[in-house]
């Protein structure tokens, strides 16, 4: 059973700093490409950056040059290292293995003055 659990989120002052974490369970790891989806208040879900099984990232035009997704394979775990934050980078973010449908719970991030 796919099992992904975000945490990290938290209230930030603009131009802040979080890192998020998922930590997947469930499946092989290695395998998967892993991504970072968010979803603001009144608007759809949206994808934020993405890395393969081989550690290529891509990213959202929004997020290119403030946000790094990384994965530890043997933590089974992705981040996303979110900078110099903006308020609309404000959502609840989403962790996604390539390979199946589950979501998690999300976690919360809410940029603020």
């Known amino acids: 059973q796919v099992q992904l659990v975000e945490s990290g989120g938290g209230l930030v002052q603009p131009g802040g700093s979080l890192r998020l974490s998922c930590a997947a369970s469930?499946?092989?790891?290695?395998?998967?490409?892993m991504s970072w989806y968010r979803q603001a208040p009144g608007k759809e879900r949206e994808l934020v950056a993405t890395i393969t099984s081989g550690g290529n990232t891509n990213y959202a035009d929004s997020v290119k040059g403030r946000f790094t997704i990384l994965r530890d394979n043997a933590k089974r775990t992705v981040y996303l290292q979110m900078s110099s934050l903006k308020l609309e980078d404000t959502a609840v973010y989403y962790c996604?293995?390539?390979?199946?449908?589950?979501w998690g719970q999300g976690t919360q991030v809410t940029v603020s003055s």
């Open positions: 996604k293995c390539g390979g199946f449908a589950s």
């Open positions: 469930g499946f092989i790891f290695t395998r998967y490409g």
